[in-house]
């Protein structure tokens, strides 16, 4: 394996590895953040839309 090829293979092991890792964290913080505040904002009403719809 030459050392273009080689250098290639290990970028892109780095690359996968940063973006297992983002995924994660993005899991572990959105779970956490699940469990510790419970969502206090008031959904809001919903209110007919004024106009026609249509093409």
């Known amino acids: 394996?030459?050392?273009w090829?080689?250098?290639r293979l290990i970028g892109s092991v780095i690359v996968l590895g940063i973006?297992?890792?983002a995924?994660?964290?993005?899991?572990?913080?959105?779970?956490?953040a699940d469990d510790e505040?419970?969502?206090q904002r008031p959904h809001?009403?919903?209110q007919p839309?004024?106009?026609?719809?249509?093409?």
């Open 1 to 3: 394996m030459n050392f």
């Open 5 to 7: 090829k080689r250098l």
């Open 19 to 21: 973006a297992v890792l």
């Open 23 to 32: 995924v994660l964290v993005a899991v572990l913080r959105g779970s956490l």
């Open 37 to 39: 505040v419970p969502s």
């Open 44 to 46: 809001p009403a919903l």
């Open 49 to 55: 839309q004024s106009g026609t719809k249509g093409l």
